[in-house]
């Protein structure tokens, strides 16, 4: 499944990319499903390995601000989990981040 997967998402350009260390890694949002005040993005990632995770943010997702925090947030679970091929990430409330 996963090759299949890095072979259809590979073949269009990466939604963005990230460098972490001396990799590169393509990320790639292949759906979106709102839930309440919230979120749920499913996401691949291209890289040495390919990932899936299903990253949780605040509604509306559609500010830069938003953007780089799950950015970020994506980046820290690819240092953080060399051998993990799935995830499920939680990305704070802005009003959380400032307790």
Known sequence: MKDELSGILGASPAHASLSVGSDSWDLYVFGVTPIGPDMFLQVALLGPRVCTLTVRAPAPIGNVATARRILSIVRDWIV????????????????????
Request: without cysteine.
């Open 80 to 99: 953080a989990n060399d051998d993990a091929d799935q995830a499920y990430l939680e990305l704070p409330h802005v009003a959380e981040l400032a307790s």
